[in-house]
């Protein structure tokens, strides 16, 4: 199980900035001045992105730990934190 | 207290309901806004000024899910530097404060910008407000519950969303009973009214809150001179909690915000607009199941108690994962509108209208039709005939196909489609039910309230939030398949069971007096 939980480190490390690279492209692609969906609003677009990288940058944070094998052991009480 | 010597019964009793009355008068403020977000709009977002429509696609967008976790840091850090009680407390009355002040603002032609820019600023305060108030109020019931009986004592506070919503539609649809249209809509009209009630609701949640003490636990760190200076530093700079903040987020809440939205808010949005299904319809459909499933919260928040948190919420996310596309596929089967054709529907009532135009005239037609199983549906055609100049119809130009509108399912499948909706809103329930006592009993004291409260409103506000604005995205990018907006919560529930499954442990840690 250990080392299934490094080896899936490896798959949330690369999956956040596979998340950025998707939300940059889908807001390029359907932000529309013109449009009236609440998809072609680039001011969503800008607060989507603003708030989505750090969660993925946070993505990539939890797989690099779980890659370290800091999730092997998970704490038992409040004095191991 | 620790844990051996719990509080009274009478006195947890006391503690659930000024935590959950609390929390169930937040979430009231938050839908009112929701529900009434039309006629708002036209109050005070007038169309076609463009800072207008920026500072309403703000308003109805950001309390909703930037402003949340904003909220979860800054109330968190005060509930684990000052306290629970005084901390909710002030997040309960910056909230129903500034709905009550939204049903004060005049309208967009009474004081013109002033009146956009006001909405924003009390629509922040709420979201900010309502970030706050769940770590509280859950924190404060977890310290006061026996070990024992924590999941089912906290699984209180997750009724209190499905509450609000209740409470909304009542008072909303009380007023509206009352009154015309046009008095409901006025500028200082019945859709204040659900704004203004909140202030009397707030009181009585006030002088309820007040009259509690502090939580023991925290009470006794206090006193030890145990709290933290600096919770934030200690919640996500301590590298040991900031990866359970992390598993928190990734493993289970992530998925629950998904779960929730889909169950409580999409499948509505999916029977009214993708089946075409009738408003009443679908709203009492949603309301039996919500209602017939909310007990469900205490039984799950009873299990977790039992045979831990950890399954029973990976569970309901990976039956989410594997129900929802059936689910959905028959709601779309089941009000397939070429399916309708097919059966030779009784034409119950027809209503002819002719619209002249420069040139000729608009025909619209309007006819109600019935099946022979007793579904019912309205049929909207629209033609231009234009006339030459010798007075005959020249051509015709068939503007639309016939679109199928109101549709009313016959009551076997009002029942399927309540049962369905049910399931979905049980796994709700099943995710729902045991977080808050899972999530205290993963923090420390000194740092819970700020450390359980922002995964759970990223969980729930961003994850969550989501939902509709992604389905949109994937609805837009692959029109062919009208379900392709569920791949989002599958897809995030999946990854969220996968890691939860996993990483997170099953065991259940009794002591949150540490």
Same mark, same amino acid.
């Given at each position: 199980?250990?080392?299934?939980?490094?080896?899936?480190?490896?798959?949330?490390?690369?999956?956040?900035?596979?998340?950025?690279?998707?939300?940059?492209?889908?807001?390029?692609?359907?932000?529309?001045?013109?449009?009236?969906?609440?998809?072609?609003?680039?001011?969503?677009?800008?607060?989507?992105?603003?708030?989505?990288?750090?969660?993925?940058?946070?993505?990539?944070?939890?797989?690099?730990?779980?890659?370290?094998?800091?999730?092997?052991?998970?704490?038992?009480?409040?004095?191991?934190? | 207290?620790?844990?051996?010597?719990?509080?009274?019964?009478?006195?947890?009793?006391?503690?659930?309901?000024?935590?959950?009355?609390?929390?169930?008068?937040?979430?009231?403020?938050?839908?009112?806004?929701?529900?009434?977000?039309?006629?708002?709009?036209?109050?005070?977002?007038?169309?076609?000024?463009?800072?207008?429509?920026?500072?309403?696609?703000?308003?109805?967008?950001?309390?909703?899910?930037?402003?949340?976790?904003?909220?979860?840091?800054?109330?968190?850090?005060?509930?684990?530097?000052?306290?629970?009680?005084?901390?909710?407390?002030?997040?309960?009355?910056?909230?129903?404060? %500034?709905?009550? &002040?939204?049903?004060?603002?005049? @309208?967009?032609?009474?004081?013109? !910008?002033?009146?956009?820019? =006001?909405?924003? /600023?009390?629509?922040?305060?709420?979201?900010?407000?309502?970030?706050?108030?769940?770590?509280?109020?859950?924190?404060?019931?977890?310290?006061?519950?026996?070990?024992?009986?924590?999941?089912?004592?906290?699984?209180?506070?997750?009724?209190?969303?499905?509450?609000?919503?209740?409470?909304?539609?009542?008072?909303?649809?009380?007023?509206?009973?009352?009154?015309?249209?046009?008095?409901?809509?006025?500028?200082?009209?019945?859709?204040?009214?659900?704004?203004?009630?909140?202030?009397?609701?707030?009181?009585?949640?006030?002088?309820?809150?007040?009259?509690?003490?502090?939580?023991?636990?925290?009470?006794?760190?206090?006193?030890?001179?145990?709290?933290? %200076?600096?919770? &934030?530093?200690?919640?996500?700079? @301590?590298?040991?909690?900031?990866? !359970?903040?992390?598993?928190? =987020?990734?493993? /289970?809440?992530?998925?629950?915000?998904?779960?929730?939205?889909?169950?409580?808010?999409?499948?509505?949005?999916?029977?009214?607009?993708?089946?075409?299904?009738?408003?009443?319809?679908?709203?009492?459909?949603?309301?039996?199941?919500?209602?017939?499933?909310?007990?469900?919260?205490?039984?799950?928040?009873?299990?977790?108690?039992?045979?831990?948190r950890k399954w029973i919420m990976l569970t309901g996310m990976f039956l989410g994962v594997v129900l929802y596309y059936p689910i959905f596929s028959t709601f779309l089967k089941d009000t397939d509108s070429k399916e309708w054709y097919k059966t030779e529907s009784k034409l119950i009532q027809e209503d002819r209208k002719i619209t002249p135009i420069e040139g000729g005239s608009i025909f619209h037609r309007t006819a109600h039709f019935e099946t022979p199983d007793g579904s019912k549906y309205t049929q909207v055609f629209t033609d231009t005939v234009l006339i030459?100049?010798?007075?005959?119809?020249?051509?015709?130009?068939?503007?639309?196909?016939?679109?199928?509108?109101?549709?009313?399912?016959?009551?076997?499948?009002?029942?399927?489609?309540?049962?369905?909706?049910?399931?979905?809103?049980?796994?709700?329930?099943?995710?729902?039910?045991?977080?808050?006592?899972?999530?205290?009993?993963?923090?420390?004291?000194?740092?819970?309230?700020?450390?359980?409260?922002?995964?759970?409103?990223?969980?729930?506000?961003?994850?969550?939030?989501?939902?509709?604005?992604?389905?949109?995205?994937?609805?837009?990018?692959?029109?062919?398949?009208?379900?392709?907006?569920?791949?989002?919560?599958?897809?995030?529930?999946?990854?969220?069971?996968?890691?939860?499954?996993?990483?997170?442990?099953?065991?259940?840690?009794?002591?949150?007096?540490?």
């Amino acid at each position: 199980m250990n080392t299934l939980k490094k080896l899936l480190g490896i798959i949330w490390l690369l999956l956040g900035p596979v998340v950025i690279y998707f939300l940059v492209q889908g807001a390029i692609t359907h932000i529309d001045p013109a449009g009236k969906k609440d998809i072609n609003n680039p001011v969503i677009w800008i607060i989507i992105i603003t708030i989505f990288t750090p969660i993925a940058v946070g993505l990539m944070i939890f797989g690099y730990y779980a890659v370290k094998g800091e999730y092997q052991h998970l704490p038992e009480n409040s004095n191991e934190l | 207290m620790n844990q051996t010597t719990a509080a009274p019964a009478s006195i947890i009793r006391q503690v659930i309901v000024a935590s959950s009355v609390g929390t169930m008068i937040e979430w009231y403020d938050f839908y009112i806004f929701g529900m009434l977000a039309k006629t708002i709009s036209t109050q005070f977002f007038p169309e076609g000024n463009a800072t207008a429509a920026l500072l309403s696609t703000l308003a109805i967008f950001a309390a909703g899910f930037i402003v949340r976790p904003f909220g979860a840091l800054v109330f968190g850090r005060l509930g684990d530097m000052i306290g629970r009680k005084y901390t909710f407390l002030l997040t309960l009355i910056l909230m129903g404060g %500034s709905t009550f &002040l939204i049903g004060l603002v005049p @309208n967009y032609k009474s004081i013109g !910008m002033a009146a956009p820019l =006001l909405v924003l /600023a009390l629509r922040l305060i709420q979201g900010l407000a309502l970030g706050g108030e769940y770590g509280g109020a859950a924190t404060y019931v977890a310290e006061y519950s026996p070990a024992n009986k924590r999941g089912y004592y906290t699984s209180w506070i997750q009724t209190t969303a499905t509450l609000g919503l209740f409470v909304a539609l009542g008072v909303i649809m009380l007023v509206k009973l009352n009154m015309t249209d046009e008095q409901f809509n006025a500028p200082w009209g019945g859709w204040r009214y659900p704004f203004w009630v909140s202030i009397f609701l707030v009181i009585v949640s006030i002088y309820i809150r007040m009259k509690m003490e502090e939580s023991p636990i925290f009470t006794k760190l206090k006193k030890e001179g145990k709290t933290s %200076s600096n919770p &934030l530093k200690e919640s996500f700079r @301590n590298k040991a909690n900031f990866k !359970m903040v992390l598993l928190a =987020l990734f493993g /289970a809440v992530m998925g629950q915000g998904v779960i929730w939205y889909t169950g409580q808010f999409y499948a509505q949005s999916f029977l009214e607009t993708k089946c075409g299904l009738e408003f009443e319809q679908s709203r009492t459909i949603m309301l039996w199941a919500i209602a017939f499933a909310t007990p469900f919260f205490l039984f799950f928040g009873w299990l977790s108690d039992r045979i831990g948190r950890k399954w029973i919420m990976l569970t309901g996310m990976f039956l989410g994962v594997v129900l929802y596309y059936p689910i959905f596929s028959t709601f779309l089967k089941d009000t397939d509108s070429k399916e309708w054709y097919k059966t030779e529907s009784k034409l119950i009532q027809e209503d002819r209208k002719i619209t002249p135009i420069e040139g000729g005239s608009i025909f619209h037609r309007t006819a109600h039709f019935e099946t022979p199983d007793g579904s019912k549906y309205t049929q909207v055609f629209t033609d231009t005939v234009l006339i030459n100049n010798a007075g005959a119809p020249r051509r015709y130009f068939e503007l639309s196909n016939p679109v199928l509108t109101n549709k009313k399912v016959n009551t076997t499948t009002y029942f399927k489609f309540t049962f369905l909706v049910w399931i979905m809103i049980v796994l709700v329930t099943m995710v729902y039910g045991p977080i808050a006592a899972f999530l205290v009993e993963m923090f420390p004291t000194k740092i819970r309230y700020t450390s359980m409260s922002l995964p759970y409103h990223i969980g729930n506000g961003v994850f969550g939030g989501l939902v509709p604005f992604i389905g949109l995205l994937l609805t837009t990018t692959f029109p062919q398949n009208p379900l392709v907006g569920l791949y989002y919560p599958i897809g995030i529930a999946a990854l969220c069971f996968v890691i939860g499954s996993i990483y997170l442990s099953n065991k259940i840690d009794k002591d949150v007096t540490d």
